[in-house]
């Protein structure tokens, strides 16, 4: 089975940028679709985008829409997340997750990394 590993975490002002990575290892990250989620203390997981098995067709959630980028590269066997114009209400532990049948914005998915924090101050 896969396991998953975030990376690219850190503190940034606003209006900065971080690229969070997602690193496969034990299979080969082709064979699955890819999310990233975020969470802060005391709410739900919350989704932020999402790339297919072709990496055809990403989508994101709305508050990531035109700020956020979801690329794979099967090649390095890994998966970005590329975040631009960052807010305060961006900080949060950011985890990728990875499954071989699911593709959607809901935490269906098998395989869960440990999370990044990206803290974004003010």
């Known amino acids: 089975q896969v396991q998953l590993v975030e990376s690219g975490g850190g503190l940034v002002q606003t209006g900065g940028s971080l690229r969070l990575s997602c690193a496969a290892s034990?299979?080969?990250?082709?064979?699955?679709?890819v999310g990233w989620f975020r969470q802060t203390p005391g709410k739900e997981r919350e989704f932020v985008a999402a790339?297919?098995?072709?990496?055809?067709?990403?989508y994101y959630a709305e508050h990531a829409e035109g700020r956020f980028t979801i690329t794979r590269d099967n090649a390095k066997n890994a998966v970005y997340l590329q975040m631009n114009s960052l807010k305060p209400e961006d900080t949060a532990v950011y985890y990728c997750?990875?499954?071989?049948?699911?593709?959607?914005?809901?935490?269906?998915?098998?395989?869960w990394g440990q999370g990044t924090q990206v803290t974004v101050s003010t």
């Open positions: 790339i297919s098995w072709t990496g055809q067709g990403p």
């Open positions: 997750a990875g499954d071989r049948v699911y593709y959607g914005q809901l935490t269906e998915y098998d395989y």
């Open positions: 034990g299979d080969t990250i082709r064979s699955y679709a």
